[in-house]
């Protein structure tokens, strides 16, 4: 597997820049440098409404004399620009107060070894086969169905990079990687009645995504099965949360126990370590060494080497999410987490999505969510929603202009059962969850 760019023409160029950094003063210094190319395009109604070209790179620069740090950044790679972007972070840190928890990651803590994910799958894709492949997907999703009214497009997009981060502990690590994505949104019509709804495939290597018939006839099928949706009356019930839609739920709760919400004191899980947040059988880990998945790195974004962990045991949050700054707040060691989560995950407890339905008898599920009603210091949760209305284990009909409200402490707590349909596109996986009792506002 070949590298998009010479990897060692850009470590000597950071390597040099850290001991400009030492020989003008500096205690500690670290350099991240990333690369990226490729191009989207989007065609609507079988026509190309745009191509765009992406081409970026830039080079960040941190020191620290001492406890004080001070940072720059660039895009300019000449002499001159890298001169000054350094210079920039010198007299910053100079000028910045203390702060006895600010340096390098722990030397100890480095990836030294890390492991090769396989991340790097260039696409060979022309633009003009893009365009040609969006609109067959387009056309496979529009001629699905007569109710098939109009589209909003369809996105092909490629994308590849690359990263390398080198500090003054000697670590220098760097890796490639690779992005593809195709996205269809359709729109469906039945008398006065219009709805819209999405399906899309993302991965490292292109060979694995859906087929352009698979995402068009998806897209089709969503939008089609939402006319016809009703209001349903204020009340009580359960509530079933796709896939899609559960991936937000961890991503708050990861919001939640991530270190800088912790020493701000601004989250609702603020002393809860060791505690029960979750039922006996909820149990999260994060696999961040899966190979080709998109949350997956050999380390972070402080050279520290990332590794499996269960955040949540049995219930129990067994440890916060911690870079480096975090842990030394709170007297713990960093989890490797700065930069984010990847492939932060809840593990399902039943077979698929119909048996949540079976368990929840007459209920809510939730296919889509609007609006920023969550508040991660109260825990207090509401949000706009569109879905079915479930009875008898079956889907009766869809649902739409509804707001479904409760507090992510409560929620969390009641949880049900949760299903192996884990939506696997982003870092944080999660099935279908089941929740015991939410308030849902109709009419």
Known sequence: MS????????????????????????????????MADGFTVNVRLGEID?????????????????????????????????????????????????????GLADANLMANNYPDLDLFYPWNLTVEQAVEMAKQCESFGRDSHSKITNSDGVTITTHKGFYLYTNTHGFVGHYPSTRHLIQCVLLAEEGEQKERDYEYSLSRDASLLKS??????????????????????????????????????????????RGGSIYRKSSFLLDHLHKKIFPEFVTIIEKPHIPKAIGSAPFDGEGVYTQS??????????????NSYAARKLGL??????????????????????ELFKMMGTGLFVTEVMGQGVNIVTGDYSRGATGYWIENGVIKHPVHEITIAGNLKDMFLNIVAIGNDMDKRGSIWSGSILVENMTVAGH
Do not use: M
């Open 212 to 257: 352009l018939e698979e995402i068009g006839k998806n897209a089709a099928l969503k939008a089609v099965s939402r006319l016809g949706a009703q209001k349903i009356s204020t009340r009580k019930t359960p509530v079933v949360f796709d896939a899609p839609v559960a991936c937000g739920l961890v991503g708050h709760l990861s919001q939640a126990i």
């Open 309 to 322: 962990r269960t955040f949540v045991n049995k219930g129990l949050l067994e440890s916060y999410i911690l």
């Open 50 to 102: 745009t191509i765009e070209y992406h081409r970026d790179k830039g080079l960040d620069i941190r020191v620290f004399f001492g406890h004080k740090t001070g940072s720059s950044s660039t895009t300019d790679f000449n002499d001159a620009s890298l001169d000054e972007a350094l210079n920039s972070a010198l007299s910053i840190a100079r000028a910045t107060g203390e702060d006895p928890f600010q």
């Open 3 to 34: 590298e998009p760019i010479d990897t060692s023409k850009w470590q000597e160029l950071s390597e040099n820049i850290l001991k400009q950094a030492v020989s003008k003063g500096a205690t500690s210094a670290e350099v991240s440098a990333s």
């Open 333 to 354: 060691v960093s989890t490797g987490n700065a930069g984010g989560v990847r492939n932060f995950q809840i593990q399902s407890t039943v077979s698929d999505k119909n």
